[in-house]
């Protein structure tokens, strides 16, 4: 543990997020009113959950480094950091800025990276406590942020999924913006699943009913599970088709394991929700989604049988329906994917920012990301002109009105 301060604030960087007290610790975490639910991926049980299950170690490459801030002996503030040993599980890809600095014989690896781990959802990565000078608190965590970059002679800083707030004020202290794309479905106040697909044009609503009446033609049943709804032989489902859904996928189990999902099920049960497709009663396949107030985050899928279109039914039509029937006004299903244009969900921008250390490297990046913003633009561009709705129905994205979007 080490600290730094600027009189009222003191910053300590932590090894472990156990180093805090719980109720401290949530306390900072919540944003907005106190009934409302929060953003569930930071947490203390989320991340606790995966350090004490091994996830997120330095033996797997991401050795926590936490950044927080105390004031008076309480916690004010908190920034979840890892140092990091590889690229993988991020979402916003610098493989080929490894392989620059391999090439001329320059250490990248460790980095700082403050991200939520194997999570491409944007949300808050500095949470400052209500009350609290934020622009002061913003500044000291930006020179402590270097400060460790230069002590540890660390190569590189990354904030990855900032909210939009965070983003401009990480901008305004040097570091370099990256833009990507994720695709989000809105409610537009769709009173049902129906409702959402009249404004489709004919040819489309047709595409998608008949994906979904595919699904009903192989007799499956769609259960919708929440909480401690979802009991020890569905979590037992579950990982088995998550593992062998990654094993196709990639070659390996998954980067979570059981563990860790039963974990976050006596955690968090209360933000869980589970899309199950059941044959004969018996699971096949299965969507693990997490939610607040606002939002659902579709974050987990698996299957034991691939059917035509049951990945799409599971996965986003499902939550669509709930975020209709709860009224939620977003639902976030990861990363990528253009093939949900077509489903309705609509292209927005994300955001990383970015410190090189090395002069050099830092000027050949960000040409490199200039370019690229250009092209994000572009392609978001392209695929809004994808979008599957009647020109009278395209309404602005709605946006929360928090500082974030």
Known sequence: ?????????????????????????????????EKQIQYPFVQYGFLRALEVTGVTTRKTGWQPHHLTVYSQGELVA???????????????FDWSWAEAYERHGVEYYPKLLSCI????????RLCVKQGEAEAEISSLVMKSLLSCAEQLRLSSIHVLFPQQKFHCQLQESGLSSRVGTQFHW?????????????TFASRKRKNVRKERKKVEQHNLTIKVHEGED???????????????????????????????????AKEMPHQLVMMVAYENERPIAAALNFKDSDTLYGRYWGCEKELDFL??????????????????SRFDPGAQGEHKISRGFTPIETWSNHWIAHPQFKAAIDDFLLQE????????????ELLPFKAECIKPVIKKSSDDD
Not at 117 to 124: F, H, L, M, Q, V
Request: charged share 20%; glycine share 8%.
């Open 311 to 328: 990945h799409f039914e599971t996965c986003y039509y499902q939550g669509i329906e709930y975020c209709i029937e709860q009224g939620l």
């Open 117 to 124: 781990p194997y999570t491409p959802s944007a949300g808050p």
């Open 186 to 198: 809105f409610n537009q106040g769709y009173e049902s699943f129906d409702d959402f697909l009249g």
């Open 1 to 33: 543990m080490s600290a730094t301060s600027d009189e009222q604030y003191k910053v300590r960087f932590i090894d472990s997020i156990t180093d805090v007290d719980v109720k401290q610790w949530s306390a900072v975490a919540k944003v907005g009113s």
């Open 373 to 384: 913003r250009e092209g994000s633009q572009q392609y978001i561009q392209q695929c809004k």
């Open 230 to 264: 979802i009991d020890d032989t569905l979590w037992e489902h579950f990982f088995h088709f998550y593992q062998r859904t990654y094993l196709k996928r990639s070659g390996h189990g998954g980067y979570l394991n059981q563990a860790f999902f039963k974990a976050v």
């Open 78 to 92: 908190f920034l979840p950091l890892y140092l990091k040993f590889h690229s993988y599980g991020e979402y916003v």
